[in-house]
Structures are given as structure tokens and as C-alpha cells.
């Protein structure tokens, strides 16, 4: 378990003594400490434009290629790491919010010594530039003979966009870094691997007010491996570490007794045709083989050693993988050398060592960023919070803090400032002429069954069953009975005309015509464009992504503050895939209006339904269906879960008796029957139809489907649908579908249903 460490005393004097003497000194400081300690000082420290073109051309068009494909590995791996703003409001009046911003300027150190890193370069300027760093400054050791910098690592820094670059090295580069001198600006953050002087002064300044990316060691590996390793691969990771410094370290744990002997073997062979055996062999000396019983001992020795890099190259690698609680990367089977990482797979290798990978992460996105928290608290907010603050603060003895709560609860204007009603219901977005509007009501609402007669609503006395209009008390009823099934307060809760109801009043309810524009998906369901057009919205689609997926950022960058309204299917239609929860609540939270997740298909899904969330997002409304999973689509029974500021809204604008007395007497009844063996059969019979469908050769590609139906990309999409028609078989012809060109959407019938749709295509074949 333990590491090689050495007694830095010696270095931490002298590195002491070179910060202070620079942060004195400045440039006359750097250059005496240079010539001091390389016998020289380059006569300009700023590497020139002449200088950049010089190494350019010296630098082979290969390895250039090389070099731009891993920046483009590295750079899509990070871009993906982009971290989205929070706005929360954790209680009524009380709005908090967590925006992430780029650190303004930030310093990279880059080893020039026997193994200038220029590979290092594309693990920090690459995310540094995506994250939006406005000012990056590099340092690295010239040539002592030259006084030029390696032409790769100019060449390289050009490519990721720096151009500010120093010739320094050493703890005097760091110390330049930090404290500023006449031609260096300080930086905020200094980030990058160095020997024990440039790690030992980036420890120092990070105790005077510069960040640091991370306390950093000797370079580590680990390999788990087992007998269905490659010695000979196994070997070279174990060599690949070693050449990185005499006080690095290999640890191979595997648990068979022959492997350790014939990778000890293969490392002996490897070793000597290394032009870098003197450094490997010095580290070997720090490096173990350790054998183990069993593979719940290597994984609980990996989890307390916490490598920097671990590699397992064992049977079922990802097994163990998951098993891994602390590492700094992790590399996945026999083709997963640690090269890969330190290069151009993607991943970041500036990692934590020394064991710190229990706690630290390696370099991401996230380093070149840091976050600032708000928080605004209305006077309805404080006067609900204050008591909370009051009494913790009085509690710890903070008086004043105290008295900050006070002052405000008692002035004057807090008690008559703000309606009590829950502000963070976004009735903002609501039409100005609907807050008017006053809920249909008669008498005999207010009478329920007391009074016998009615005479109030132009009703046909004579009774012939229909006579009545429908009874609130029953839609009270059946509104009360899915409210129980969901898990929902009834007063969060509309009932409408089929879902299309729900649709048509989000348009009427929250948009202005001419003036206001909604977003959704394409392709997606029609009626919300249908909507749009009928109340003379802007409908704004954005196209979904490879493979249906959800494009958050787009429809985030798509609003703007007329956009009222965002639309997301899921599972959607007619693509039948569903998104995960933490793309919807991103979108909740930081879309500027009200998102509307419609889920008629949820009941076929594995994704948990968002209905549970309406109490904590006030701008979150839930479309469902009795259609698809209870198989009532004649009754025209649509749902729609919110905020019951937002239901009683719905309750004023809705048609009065929107939905009919036989309507809600059979949904009452049916409401009581147990669906849960209906979809299970559903579903099982689209997992059947799917792998049928796959076997046929003009099936192109049958799309994964959390719905009751399939989306199929065939050959001659029209001719098979026509050829459906002839033989008494109705399928959705989607081809005209931009994003669902040549495909056909099959709902899922009953087993003889679907048996018959099977032969009918197997014959055409």
C-alpha cells in the first residue's frame, strides 16, 4: 500500500526561497533563476510568432494528424461534460440558483525535460478553451542549448488555441504564475504535472490564495488481472508507467500464482529493449506483484489502494469495473492499455495519485469552472422562513444575524406587500384577461342533492335518461379515483375532453396570439402544432437527435422570452422511445416557461413518470391518457397533473360539462378493473413482434420502443403499407415524416392479432 516518498525538506527550502525571490524580484528574478539553473536564460522569455511557425514546419504531417485526431477524441469527451445551470425554488418565495462560469484566466504547466508532454497540452487547453477560459497562459523549459521550446509542444498549443506562452520551468514558472512579475499576469489557477520542485511550489502558492488543480505524486498504475490475461500486454502497462520517473509505481494484483511469474518474466524480456530501462528499472524497485485467493480481495485491495490508473484485464472486466469505488481512470479489458487514456481516447489523464483518487477526481470540465449560488427571497418567502433563520441563528449564539430577519419581518410593508397566495405558481405566464375569468358554477353545486328541482339550466324536464346535464359529483368522484391511483391531491388534477382538451387550453391559457411562440420536438405528436396553428402561435420544432435522442441544449437555446410553452413527448410519438428523468428536470429547470411532458405511453415504460415531481416544479404540467394502457380511447378521457393554481385555471377556461354522464359512469367502473396483466402482455408481445420483425430481410431496423407500438424502417415503406391495406391490415404509414423517412409505426394488437401481421409480412417475403 505504500508509496515511494522522499524527505522534502531540501526542497521545500529551496523552493520557498525561489517563490519569494520572484514574487520580489519579478523578471530580473526569473531570468537570474534561470541562468542559475541552466546556465543560461533564453533572451526572450515569450515565445515569438516567428518561433510558432518555425516549429510548425518542423513537425511531420503524421504526427500532426495524430495529434488533431486526439484533440478531437478529447475535445467531444469534454464538450459532453458541460454542467447546467440549478434554479430551484425550495419553498414558496424563496428562488436559489447555481450558475457556472469559466475561470477568467488560468496557467498551464507543461514538463519539458527528457519527455516533453506535449500530450498534456490537449488534456488542459482543450478543456480550458471549452469551458470559455478568457485568458490562458502556458510555461514549459526551453532547450538549454537552443533556448527554443520542443516544436510538438508549440505545435500543439497553436492547435488548441494558445498563443501566450513562456519560456520557464521549474518552481520560478510556477511562482510567475502566481504572483504576477511585469510581463507575466497572474493567474487564478495553475494546472499541470511538474517534477518535486514544480509540486512542491504548486502546493506553497495554493496555501497563498492560487488554486491548484490538485495535490499531486509520483505517477501509478494498477493492473487486476486474471487467467484470461496477456502476460506480454500485462507487462508493457507495467513498463509503460515505469519509464515516467524513477518514483513511479506498478502494482500488478491478480490472483494465480503462474501469471505473476510469467508477467515478471515478460517484464525482464521488455525491459532491456527500452531506451528508458535506467528510469524503469529505478521505479521497479517501488513496484509490487501481488497475488490474492480470490477477485472480492483484488477489488477491496484496488478500492484501498485508489490508483491513479487501474486497468483490468480480466474476464468480465465490467463487472469488476462497477465494483471500483476509488481510481483515477479506469481501463476496461485486455485492449484498454493506459496509453489509450494518456493520449487519445478521450478521457482526461491529469489524475489523482498518492491514493487521493478515493476523494479527488481527475481533471474535467468542471476544473476550468467554478460557481457562484443566488438566492432571492420575496417578503412573503422571509415572513414564511423567517422563524427557521431566527432560531438557528439565536441557537449559535449570532445575534445580528438574528436581527437581519427582524428588521425586515417587522417593517411596515411586509404585512400588506404580497398576496398569500403561493407565489411559486408561475401564474406570470398566464394570460392577464384568464386571471378574470370566474369559474362556471349553479346552484346545484352549491346544493348538492338538497334541492330536487331544477330549473336552472334549460334542461328537457321529461325524463328519457339523458334529460340532466352531467353531475359534478360524479366527475368529483372519478376525479378523486385516478388522483388516489396516481398518487396525487385531486386538487392537482383536470379531466379533459381526451387529452387534445388539455392541449388546446395550454394554448389559450398561457400564449398571446401573434406574439408569443411555443417549442417542442420533432417528430413528435401532431396536435401540438395542430393547436398552434388554430390559436395563431409561433410553433417553433427542433429536430431530435441521432437515434431519436433528446436535444436538451437545443431546445434550451431555441427559447427566448416569448416562449411560453415546451412540449416533449415521452414516450414519444411516433418514435416509441422515452427520455431519462434528469433530461426532463433540466429541461423544467431551466426552460423560462412551463414544460409539458406528455405521457401517454408511460404506462409501457421503464422510465419513472414525472407526475410525482408537479409539487416541487410549479412550471411542470403532465399529459396522460385512460387511451392507450386501460384501452378506453372511445371514451375520450384525457389527464392533465399540476400545480392546483394551474388546475383551477384549467376549471375556469374548460367548456362547462366537457365530458359526458356515460363517459364518467363507465370510467368509474372500468376505473376499478387491475391493468397490470393487460400491459405486461402488451409488452411482452412487442418484445415478440420486435424480434420477429428483426429476421425479416427488407426490415431495416425495428427502433427500441417504451410505447404499446413499434416504429419499423423497412424497404419501399409505401409498398409494404399498401400491401398491408390489400390484405385487411391497417399500419401508420410515417415515411412523410421528416426524421422518420421509409418507416411504418405498427401498434401492438393481441397475440392473434399480432400472429397474423407476422405471417402476412413473412409471406411477402
Known amino acids: 500500500m505504500q508509496r515511494a516518498t522522499d524527505d522534502d525538506s531540501i526542497i521545500e527550502s529551496r523552493v520557498r526561497a525561489i517563490l519569494e525571490r520572484v514574487r520580489q524580484g519579478g523578471d530580473e528574478a526569473l531570468r537570474a533563476i534561470t541562468t542559475e539553473i541552466d546556465g ?7 515565445v515569438s510568432e516567428a518561433e510558432f511557425a518555425e516549429a510548425e514546419a518542423l513537425v511531420s504531417d503524421d504526427l500532426k494528424a495524430a495529434i488533431r485526431q486526439a484533440a478531437d477524441n478529447i475535445s467531444a469527451f469534454h464538450r459532453a461534460q458541460q454542467i447546467s445551470t440549478v434554479d430551484v ?27 516533453p508532454l506535449f500530450s498534456t497540452i490537449l488534456m488542459l487547453a482543450l478543456p480550458a478553451q471549452i469551458a470559455g477560459c478568457e485568458e490562458i497562459v502556458l510555461c514549459t523549459p526551453c532547450d538549454r542549448t537552443s533556448g527554443k521550446v520542443n516544436p510538438v509542444v508549440l505545435y500543439t498549443a497553436q492547435l488548441c488555441g494558445v498563443r501566450t506562452i513562456y519560456k520557464l520551468g521549474g518552481a520560478q514558472a510556477v511562482a510567475a504564475m502566481a504572483y504576477g512579475t511585469e510581463s507575466i499576469r497572474r493567474v487564478y489557477k ?53 519509464e515516467h520517473g524513477p518514483d513511479s509505481q506498478s502494482i500488478l494484483v491478480c490472483n494465480s500464482q503462474k501469471l505473476a511469474a510469467e508477467v515478471e518474466a515478460e517484464i525482464t524480456r521488455q525491459l532491456a529493449l527500452l531506451p528508458r530501462a535506467d528510469i524503469a528499472t529505478r521505479s521497479l524497485e517501488n513496484s509490487r506483484i501481488v497475488v490474492f485467493d480470490d477477485v472480492n480481495t483484488m477489488v477491496d485491495f484496488a478500492n484501498d489502494y485508489a490508483a491513479e490508473h487501474l486497468i483490468i484485464a480480466m474476464d468480465d472486466a465490467w463487472s469488476v469495473a462497477n465494483r471500483i469505488t476509488a481510481a483515477g481512470s479506469i481501463f476496461v479489458g485486455h485492449y484498454s492499455p493506459e496509453s489509450a487514456g494518456d493520449y487519445a ?21 468542471d476544473s476550468f469552472m467554478h460557481a457562484i449560488t443566488y438566492q432571492e427571497l420575496t417578503q412573503a418567502g422571509l415572513n414564511a422562513l423567517g422563524t427557521t433563520i431566527v432560531q438557528m441563528a439565536e441557537a449559535e449564539g449570532l445575534d445580528a444575524h438574528a436581527n437581519a430577519v427582524k428588521v425586515r419581518l417587522s417593517s411596515e410593508d411586509s404585512e400588506n406587500s404580497e398576496s398569500s397566495e403561493d407565489s411559486s405558481c408561475p401564474l406570470n405566464w398566464v394570460r392577464p384577461n384568464i386571471l378574470a375569468l370566474k369559474p362556471y358554477s349553479t346552484a346545484r353545486d352549491e346544493y348538492k342533492g338538497t334541492i330536487g328541482i331544477y330549473l336552472d339550466a334549460n334542461e328537457n324536464p321529461f325524463e328519457n335518461g339523458y334529460n340532466r346535464y352531467p353531475s359534478t359529483t360524479l366527475k368529483a368522484q372519478v376525479r378523486s379515483t385516478i388522483a388516489q391511483k396516481k398518487g396525487v391531491d385531486p386538487a392537482r388534477l383536470f379531466l379533459g375532453n381526451g387529452s387534445d382538451e388539455a392541449i388546446d387550453l395550454l394554448f389559450r391559457i398561457f400564449c398571446r396570439p401573434g406574439v408569443d411562440n411555443v417549442i417542442s420536438i420533432a417528430p413528435t405528436y401532431g396536435m401540438y402544432s395542430v ?10 420544432e427542433v429536430m431530435l437527435d441521432d437515434n431519436f435522442a433528446l436535444p436538451v441544449d437545443k431546445l434550451l437555446a431555441a427559447a427566448d422570452a416569448q416562449s411560453k410553452l415546451l412540449f416533449v413527448c415521452s414516450p414519444n410519438n411516433p418514435t416509441a422511445n422515452a427520455y431519462s428523468r434528469e433530461q426532463l428536470i433540466t429541461l423544467v429547470q431551466q426552460f423560462p416557461g412551463i414544460v409539458v411532458v406528455d405521457e401517454a405511453y408511460i404506462d409501457f415504460s421503464s422510465v419513472p413518470s414525472m407526475v410525482e415531481l408537479i409539487d416541487e416544479n410549479p412550471n411542470l404540467i403532465v399529459l396522460q391518457t385512460l387511451s392507450k394502457a386501460y384501452g378506453l ?77 413499434l416504429l419499423v424502417k423497412v424497404e419501399h415503406s409505401r409498398e409494404l403499407y399498401e400491401y398491408l391495406i390489400a390484405r385487411e391490415l391497417i399500419v401508420r404509414d410515417r415515411s412523410r415524416t421528416s426524421g422518420c423517412e421509409g418507416t411504418l409505426r405498427i401498434t401492438i394488437g393481441t397475440p392473434e392479432e399480432n400472429d397474423r401481421l407476422l405471417a402476412e409480412l413473412k409471406n411477402r417475403v
Open 190 to 242: 495553475i494546472f499541470g504535472p511538474g517534477n518535486r520542485y514544480v509540486t512542491k511550489a504548486k502546493q506553497m502558492v495554493s496555501a497563498q490564495g492560487t488554486a491548484i488543480d490538485m495535490p499531486a505524486g509520483p505517477s501509478e498504475v494498477m493492473v487486476m488481472a486474471d487467467a484470461t490475461a496477456q502476460p506480454a500486454f500485462v507487462a508493457a502497462d507495467f513498463l509503460s508507467q515505469a
Open 633 to 709: 380511447a372511445g371514451l375520450r378521457m384525457g389527464l392533465a397533473f399540476a400545480h392546483e393554481r394551474i388546475i383551477s385555471i384549467f376549471e375556469q377556461v374548460k367548456y362547462p360539462y366537457n365530458i359526458g354522464a356515460d363517459t364518467l359512469a363507465l370510467a368509474q367502473r372500468l376505473l376499478a378493473t387491475d391493468i397490470t396483466s393487460q400491459v405486461q402482455t402488451l409488452i411482452a408481445e412487442r418484445e415478440r413482434v420486435a424480434a420477429a420483425l428483426s429476421t425479416l430481410p427488407y426490415v431495416e431496423k425495428v427502433y427500441p420502443s417504451d410505447a404499446n407500438f
Open 345 to 365: 481516447s478521450g478521457t482526461n489523464h491529469t489524475l489523482p495519485t498518492m491514493g487521493l483518487a478515493t476523494a479527488y477526481s481527475g481533471i474535467g470540465l
Open 531 to 540: 393547436c398552434a396553428a388554430i390559436n395563431d402561435i409561433e410553433y417553433r
Open 89 to 115: 425554488r425550495t419553498m414558496p418565495g424563496v428562488h436559489c440558483r447555481r450558475r457556472v462560469l469559466p475561470i477568467r484566466r488560468v496557467g498551464l504547466y507543461i514538463p519539458g525535460g527528457s519527455a
Open 40 to 46: 543560461r536564460c533564453p533572451d526572450s522569455l515569450q
